[in-house]
């Protein structure tokens, strides 16, 4: 079998698989789900020491200490899956929800009943918990799942399938629901992203490499988010005891991932008193502040940036400041350089806080509050699966509904078109 | 310019007007669009004159008379066309509509809201309607359209894109809001569908030799149906009276159309005294009918169909007829051979309606009634821009709500992330 041959039989068997999943009760997929979180807890010796391989070869090849830390495993963090396994039982299963049903005038009744996508393929990088948190809630929403991870996590991904497919097997579900893909062949990436009619959406995770890869070579449909250059907007009438935390929270809490804030934005009447204090701040918390001529005039002690810092997604102690003369500068800065992702106005000014939640496109957009809220847990989806700036089917974080369509269901009594 | 950089530059167009759309008012789209209304009416000499070049040369080019009848406009079409766009004034304007709002235990109050999706592209064929209709939904929605029709109906689309451009120039808005490629060069389309990043989504509507070139080559989202083999199954506990009817209007009300049975499915307790009553009215009104052994052997009157008849959409008064063995037959005959458009089951059995609407993945399923409600009018969307089978985004008929993505907004009181 050539390498395309391959990826087509496993996504054939996970299509096939689908359709035995778009119509399993919630109790079997619930059942499916508890034996896998025992699993992990039952099995943790034997993936604790696939992963110990992954860590060893990737401290051998030189790997960075924070690649190191994303792949490995231990007792705790096995745990954690495991109960992240076990929230998304107790979530309600969105398939055969029927809502908006209305009445038509001639007595049909009209709704809409979620139904899973089919067959979703996730690419990702060297976390191996996505294998889990990504099975986990593709079969709670009865599709199939496709996982491809990294190479350097490969002994940790194939033990984790391992378990997957006990888990899948207890429950009386094919083991093809999901699939770790574990050879490490980079052409076998561009056969699935490739797969048209056989994959129903691909959701790739990871750095600007990974996704850039991926959104070149794709002819599936994709869901995903390039990069999360969020943005605060400190407006000129803002509370600036609220300010102060919020753009602290959003820089320094979790520097790391794609809701910090990179670049703050001050209106030029507050700068003179916020930027000082904003500014000592963050230093102490050991942020290195790149600013525009304005912001300098007032903190000189900031860098310069240049035009490269305004859509630098740092994901790190850095950030960028520009002073601007009012909302609408912020928001045609946003435009300019922003990644549609999280934006946060900091005002009391009610005319501002509803134009800016209304004209600014990301897709999180928040009033006097921190922009590390936008994710599935925080925003009330109870779990993610990725967030989107992709805008179709999706826009935000995306839950066990953003894993569904929706089909029109009619209950009628013999009608017939006129 | 080289024909890349043209629809680049048309495009980049586009992306501008859409920055503007997404902010305009509401009474600023429906001014545009009773512009529209009243253009049409106004210029409806100016549009005919086109039209009747389009319709000559199609005539001299010995055309099909289906298609010359699709082609050509007239008085009372133009009137149609116009009154569609009134109905489209009177509909709510989605932009801005928060739903979902809801209050999470640290105070945040987190809703949805409402946003164009940015620059829609619509490739279509003969009829010069489309171009008017999708334009008004693309506006009143807030999205850019760039519309690209046959070239057999250019003059006709550039006299309509020249009554849209006056018609948003009157109510302040950009002309390149609604853009019609009038260029015949087929190479446009392939720039088109491969202007990943510059168009958010691209909706082709036409046949299958249309759909196939733009899925084949497309590397932006797509939104399509390929094609409708819908069924119409009559269960052993079926009413009778309800199934004739609805097996009549499903197949020979409109044959012409995506939403029309093309394969009855009956089964085989009903079918010694169904078959031969429904087959009469059938062949009375003119259809063909093409059956199974089985169905032969109730009504041998009928053509024997092989294997290609029950994957054929005939658009034409043809129709397929089986005989299974029960609803699960019916079920996997759909399963293997349908196309996700649309559905129905004839039954009076509470358990199988409910299985059969779970079951049955279709972007439209229905108990006790005809095939033909699938449709943006009928499912109460109040107008329709195309049918989905596509699952991503939107499944089914595309109304004004699916023109849209939806942001999360976040009402917050200084909350940050503990």
Same mark, same amino acid.
């Given at each position: ?25 919630? $109790?079997?997929? /619930?059942? %499916? &789900?508890? =034996? ?5 807890? @039952?099995? +943790? !010796?034997?993936?604790?020491? #696939? ?102 996590? $490969?002994?940790? /991904?194939? %033990? &984790?399938? =391992? ?5 899948? @097997?207890? +429950? !009386?579900?094919?083991?093809? #629901? ?102 000592? $701040? ?21 860098? #310069? ?114």
């Amino acid at each position: 079998m050539t390498k395309k041959e391959e990826m087509h039989a496993l996504l054939g068997a996970a299509r096939a698989a689908a359709r035995r999943l778009a119509v399993a009760s919630t $109790a079997e997929k /619930n059942a %499916a &789900l508890t =034996a896998l979180a025992a699993g992990l807890r @039952a099995d +943790a !010796g034997e993936i604790l020491a #696939a992963n110990a391989r992954d860590v060893g070869a990737a401290r051998a090849a030189g790997k960075s200490a924070a690649l190191v830390d994303r792949l490995t495993l231990n007792a705790k963090r096995l745990e954690e899956m495991a109960g992240a396994v076990e929230e998304v039982v107790v979530l309600p299963d969105p398939i055969g929800e029927i809502y908006d049903l209305k009445i038509r005038p001639n007595g049909l009744r009209v709704g809409r009943m979620r139904l899973p996508l089919g067959v979703v393929g996730i690419i990702f990088e060297s976390r191996p918990n996505v294998v889990i948190d990504a099975a986990a809630l593709c079969l709670k929403s009865g599709n199939a799942a496709v996982l491809r991870g990294g190479s350097e996590a $490969a002994h940790s /991904n194939r %033990a &984790l399938g =391992a378990a997957l497919g006990r888990a899948l @097997a207890a +429950a !009386g579900l094919p083991a093809t #629901a999901a699939q770790v893909i574990d050879d490490p062949d980079r052409e076998l990436v561009l056969h699935l992203v490739q797969a048209r009619g056989l994959v129903d959406v691909l959701i790739p995770r990871g750095g600007e490499s990974l996704i850039g890869f991926v959104a070149a070579n794709a002819t599936v449909p994709l869901i995903y988010h390039a990069k999360g250059v969020c943005h605060v907007y400190v407006d000129a009438d803002a509370d600036l005891a609220k300010a102060l935390p919020i753009v602290m929270n959003a820089k320094v809490q979790r520097p790391g991932v794609c809701n910090a804030m990179e670049t703050l934005l001050v209106h030029r009447d507050v700068a003179p008193h916020f930027l000082p204090e904003a500014a000592q $701040a963050l230093r102490a918390a050991g942020v290195e502040l790149r600013g525009c001529e304005r912001a300098r005039a007032i903190a000189p002690y900031m860098a #310069a940036a240049d035009e490269s810092d305004w859509s630098a997604e740092y994901l790190d102690l850095i950030l960028a400041v520009r002073v601007v003369d009012d909302m609408d500068g912020a928001i045609a800065h946003i435009a300019r350089y922003g990644s549609d992702h999280t934006e946060a106005i900091i005002t009391e000014n009610y005319t501002r806080a509803g134009r800016f939640l209304r004209e600014v496109q990301s897709s999180c957009v928040l009033v006097n509050a921190s922009t590390r809220f936008n994710d599935g847990g925080e925003l009330g989806l109870g779990a993610e699966i990725g967030i989107s700036t992709t805008k179709l089917h999706a826009y935000g974080p995306m839950g066990l509904a953003e894993l569904t369509a929706a089909k029109f269901v009619v209950f009628g009594a013999g009608q017939i078109r006129g």
